[in-house]
């Protein structure tokens, strides 16, 4: 453990000599440590982060847990999970925007926090009174009262516009040298900072660490009016100057504007006005009136309001905990007995094998006999149709006049697929009868400003997910390939900050699919060069000839085909889109709704394959009509597809685990419901 500094006056001005980053850092990743912070996590009974995992479930390992917390922050490996965003109300008005991160990056938080909160205290002024150990309102409040009996009468009462959400990243950096020396303590406070805050400002409320860092930021300030004729009172961005005179006061008015602009930071004019004892004002829920001070509201830091929220949303998290458990424990019950509550699709892919019916069940027969000689037919398997939702058939495949009928009659998709995985046709039911919906589809369409609305989230969600899944790619890695690099700059540009971010300046689709291609044009690049040797590619080509762009248009038809179940399973038609263009033969639609999956299913999963050797070079052969992948290649991306779209995430309708085939389904209805009803319809994002 290192030793202890003594508690030291206010600094006013940079520390000397500064912190040792090294030292802090140990402590604050020691497992000892790492136990305390738990247990302050514990006891708040906060609410769980991004990755849905609560403060009780996380108890039963907490241990391994902890243990494996403390190798990763020591070794490097450690990367933040998912931020949880909520928006609770103010007691003012208005909305104070939550982000939550995931229990065990509160743990490690918190442990810094009570590393750096002794230490970086020190250095703070005695205006300032929130987030701070030993203080409180009430004196802040008394501090106020002795400042009239002295003779400061009149008051600037400030308040700095929305300002955890805009305190500038590289300055706050910079604040922070200042205190501490260069290591991994500030690149991992760096990594928190910029995690909930990619575009470069803001600081995450729900971090254990925003508090400390909001007033270290605001600690210039609060000197630059230290023993300067004005008594400064601070509590968090809400604050008061008090001075002697009205000329005073608006020279304190101009200063505090002038300092914050120098801040990066802006002060509320709507919030903020110069006033005097006589008149009276209001700050922190009191009324100070002449000599009186009368209490308006309860007394409510902020710090103590949003604690308060998260143990509530804590215990409706508790609850839909234990419904999901039971809802998935049904579910476990009936795969045991053979039911798939997901969507489940059989590939028929060699032409030994054929497709046929026995007792109203789909059945797979293997054929046996001598070449030319009549082939006989035996059943290796039987699959009711209520338990697969699609059958692709490779070429060459038969598949008996029975079967078809069947697969027309229960409404079980059928796809006859080439041998590169292009879909050649379906056979298939007529669309799904809702005449009402395909026109909701036509009339968002012709309706431009809705079209773009509309095309703007389909764009936004795939360059977000382009986003998350190189960071999960390069999570871990000494070092990241320059493009990959590139990559994520300039999708953090074309991001921005929500809804004031480039693509929503967007005046037109065709601007707006310009952008998309400037950002994947850099997402095909890096995934090129995260590629391993025989599988890089000059740019990304649906008609390509290289291995690369083979596996990957193989990977996006099994894309194709899982989008156009789930787009004719809500009832849409699959021709009606927003971003892509609508036009004869082509599926609009569910291209629309690929631009949501295709960074995870497609570019990410080639990377997985290609670099766990699943797919190999000598898989690919050249012929007169160009390089061909054999049927090995082929079914080891059908494997390992199956295994990803089968796999688990978090439902942003339900909250709860579901299989990637089921969120398709599910955002397909969603998007039918904001087309019919103009329900809200957000694409999936993935979170890094």
Same mark, same amino acid.
Not at 21 to 38: N, P
Not at 143 to 150: K, V
Not at 491 to 519: H, Q, T, V, W
């Given at each position: 453990?290192?030793?202890?500094?003594?508690?030291?006056?206010?600094?006013?001005?940079?520390?000397?000599?500064?912190?040792?980053?090294?030292?802090?850092?140990?402590?604050?990743?020691?497992?000892?440590?790492?136990?305390?912070?738990?247990?302050?996590?514990?006891?708040?009974?906060?609410?769980?982060?991004?990755?849905?995992?609560?403060?009780?479930?996380?108890?039963?390992?907490?241990?391994?847990?902890?243990?494996?917390?403390?190798?990763?922050?020591?070794?490097?490996?450690?990367?933040?999970?998912?931020?949880?965003?909520?928006?609770?109300?103010?007691?003012?008005?208005?909305?104070?925007?939550?982000?939550?991160?995931?229990?065990?990056?509160?743990?490690?938080?918190?442990?810094?926090?009570?590393?750096?909160?002794?230490?970086?205290?020190?250095?703070?002024?005695?205006?300032?009174?929130?987030?701070?150990?030993?203080?409180?309102?009430?004196?802040?409040?008394?501090?106020?009262?002795?400042?009239?009996?002295?003779?400061?009468?009149?008051?600037?009462?400030?308040?700095?516009?929305?300002?955890?959400?805009?305190?500038?990243?590289?300055?706050?950096?910079?604040?922070?040298?200042?205190?501490?020396?260069?290591?991994?303590?500030?690149?991992?406070?760096?990594?928190?900072?910029?995690?909930?805050?990619?575009?470069?400002?803001?600081?995450?409320?729900?971090?254990?660490?925003?508090?400390?860092?909001?007033?270290?930021?605001?600690?210039?300030?609060?000197?630059?009016?230290?023993?300067?004729?004005?008594?400064?009172?601070?509590?968090?961005?809400?604050?008061?100057?008090?001075?002697?005179?009205?000329?005073?006061?608006?020279?304190?008015?101009?200063?505090?504007?002038?300092?914050?602009?120098?801040?990066?930071?802006?002060?509320?004019?709507?919030?903020?006005?110069?006033?005097?004892?006589?008149?009276?004002?209001?700050?922190?829920?009191?009324?100070?009136?002449?000599?009186?001070?009368?209490?308006?509201?309860?007394?409510?830091?902020?710090?103590?309001?949003?604690?308060?929220?998260?143990?509530?949303?804590?215990?409706?998290?508790?609850?839909?905990?234990?419904?999901?458990?039971?809802?998935?424990?049904?579910?476990?019950?009936?795969?045991?007995?053979?039911?798939?509550?997901?969507?489940?699709?059989?590939?028929?892919?060699?032409?030994?094998?054929?497709?046929?019916?026995?007792?109203?069940?789909?059945?797979?027969?293997?054929?046996?006999?001598?070449?030319?000689?009549?082939?006989?037919?035996?059943?290796?398997?039987?699959?009711?149709?209520?338990?697969?939702?699609?059958?692709?058939?490779?070429?060459?495949?038969?598949?008996?006049?029975?079967?078809?009928?069947?697969?027309?009659?229960?409404?079980?998709?059928?796809?006859?697929?080439?041998?590169?995985?292009?879909?050649?046709?379906?056979?298939?039911?007529?669309?799904?009868?809702?005449?009402?919906?395909?026109?909701?589809? &036509? %009339?968002?369409?012709?309706?431009?400003?809705?079209?773009?609305? =509309? $095309? @703007?989230?389909?764009?936004? +969600?795939?360059? *977000?997910?382009?986003?998350?899944?190189?960071?999960?790619?390069?999570?871990?890695?000494?070092?990241?390939?320059?493009?990959?690099?590139?990559?994520?700059?300039?999708?953090?540009?074309?991001?921005?900050?929500?809804?004031?971010?480039?693509?929503?300046?967007?005046?037109?689709?065709?601007?707006?699919?310009?952008?998309?291609?400037?950002?994947?044009?850099?997402?095909?690049?890096?995934?090129?060069?995260?590629?391993?040797?025989?599988?890089?590619?000059?740019?990304?080509?649906?008609?390509?000839?290289? &291995? %690369?762009?083979?596996?990957?248009?193989?990977?996006?038809?099994? =894309? $194709? @085909?899982?989008?156009?179940? +789930?787009?004719? *399973?809500?009832?849409?038609?699959?021709?009606?889109?927003?971003?892509?263009?609508?036009?004869?033969?082509?599926?609009?639609?569910?291209?629309?709704?690929?631009?949501?999956?295709?960074?995870?299913?497609?570019?990410?999963?080639?990377?997985?394959?290609?670099?766990?050797?699943?797919?190999?070079?000598?898989?690919?052969?050249?012929?007169?009509?160009?390089?061909?992948?054999?049927?090995?290649?082929?079914?080891?991306?059908?494997?390992?597809?199956?295994?990803?779209?089968?796999?688990?995430?978090?439902?942003?309708?339900?909250?709860?685990?579901?299989?990637?085939?089921?969120?398709?389904?599910?955002?397909?209805?969603?998007?039918?419901?904001?087309?019919?009803?103009?329900?809200?319809?957000?694409?999936?994002?993935?979170?890094?």
């Amino acid at each position: 453990m290192m030793a202890r500094q003594r508690k030291r006056p206010a600094s006013h001005g940079p520390r000397e000599p500064r912190l040792c980053d090294a030292d802090l850092f140990d402590e604050a990743v020691a497992l000892e440590r790492l136990e305390s912070a738990w247990a302050k996590v514990w006891s708040n009974a906060g609410a769980a982060g991004g990755d849905g995992i609560s403060v009780k479930a996380f108890f039963p390992g907490a241990a391994q847990r902890l243990r494996r917390l403390a190798e990763a922050l020591r070794d490097g490996r450690y990367r933040p999970g998912p931020l949880r965003h909520l928006d609770i109300p103010k007691p003012g008005g208005g909305l104070r925007p939550l982000a939550i991160p995931c229990v065990v990056d509160r743990i490690a938080q918190t442990a810094a926090a009570d590393v750096l909160t002794p230490l970086l205290d020190a250095e703070f002024e005695p205006a300032s009174f929130a987030y701070r150990p030993g203080r409180s309102v009430q004196q802040a409040v008394q501090q106020i009262a002795r400042a009239r009996e002295d003779g400061f009468t009149w008051v600037v009462d400030a308040d700095i516009e929305r300002y955890f959400e805009t305190i500038p990243h590289d300055e706050l950096i910079a604040r922070w040298r200042d205190s501490v020396s260069d290591g991994p303590l500030t690149e991992l406070i760096w990594t928190w900072i910029s995690h909930a805050a990619p575009q470069g400002r803001g600081l995450a409320q729900g971090s254990p660490l925003s508090p400390l860092l909001a007033n270290l930021y605001l600690d210039r300030l609060d000197e630059a009016f230290y023993d300067k004729g004005t008594r400064l009172v601070r509590f968090a961005d809400d604050f008061v100057v008090l001075c002697r005179s009205s000329g005073g006061a608006e020279e304190a008015m101009a200063k505090v504007e002038g300092l914050l602009a120098e801040r990066g930071l802006a002060l509320n004019r709507q919030k903020s006005r110069i006033a005097d004892f006589n008149r009276g004002f209001r700050f922190l829920g009191q009324l100070f009136v002449r000599s009186m001070v009368m209490k308006q509201a309860p007394e409510d830091a902020d710090a103590e309001a949003v604690d308060r929220v998260l143990r509530r949303i804590a215990r409706h998290d508790s609850a839909a905990e234990a419904d999901a458990a039971a809802e998935q424990a049904d579910e476990d019950r009936q795969e045991a007995l053979g039911y798939s509550p997901g969507l489940r699709n059989l590939h028929i892919r060699t032409p030994d094998r054929r497709l046929g019916v026995r007792n109203e069940a789909f059945c797979v027969e293997q054929g046996e006999g001598q070449p030319g000689a009549d082939v006989s037919w035996r059943e290796v398997i039987a699959i009711p149709h209520q338990d697969v939702d699609r059958i692709d058939l490779a070429p060459r495949v038969p598949v008996t006049e029975q079967a078809l009928r069947h697969a027309l009659a229960t409404d079980t998709m059928v796809a006859h697929v080439d041998g590169r995985g292009r879909t050649l046709g379906w056979t298939s039911s007529s669309l799904a009868p809702r005449a009402g919906r395909h026109m909701a589809q &036509a %009339a968002a369409y012709l309706d431009p400003d809705r079209r773009l609305a =509309l $095309a @703007r989230r389909y764009v936004d +969600a795939r360059l *977000r997910n382009q986003r998350a899944v190189l960071r999960r790619i390069v999570a871990g890695r000494q070092s990241v390939p320059p493009p990959v690099q590139d990559a994520l700059v300039a999708l953090n540009s074309l991001i921005g900050r929500g809804a004031k971010g480039p693509l929503y300046a967007a005046p037109d689709i065709a601007f707006l699919m310009g952008k998309e291609g400037e950002g994947t044009a850099r997402w095909w690049r890096a995934v090129s060069v995260l590629a391993p040797a025989g599988f890089t590619f000059a740019q990304r080509d649906r008609e390509g000839q290289d &291995a %690369a762009n083979i596996c990957l248009n193989f990977l996006a038809w099994l =894309l $194709a @085909r899982d989008v156009s179940v +789930a787009v004719m *399973r809500a009832g849409l038609h699959p021709g009606f889109g927003a971003l892509h263009a609508v036009s004869d033969h082509r599926d609009a639609c569910v291209f629309d709704m690929m631009e949501i999956y295709r960074a995870h299913l497609v570019g990410g999963l080639f990377v997985y394959c290609a670099s766990r050797r699943f797919v190999r070079g000598d898989m690919f052969t050249q012929q007169e009509s160009g390089l061909r992948m054999n049927r090995a290649a082929g079914d080891a991306l059908i494997r390992a597809y199956e295994a990803r779209v089968n796999g688990r995430i978090k439902s942003p309708v339900r909250g709860r685990r579901i299989t990637w085939r089921r969120l398709m389904v599910e955002q397909a209805f969603a998007l039918a419901a904001h087309l019919e009803d103009g329900r809200d319809f957000e694409p999936y994002v993935m979170d890094y």
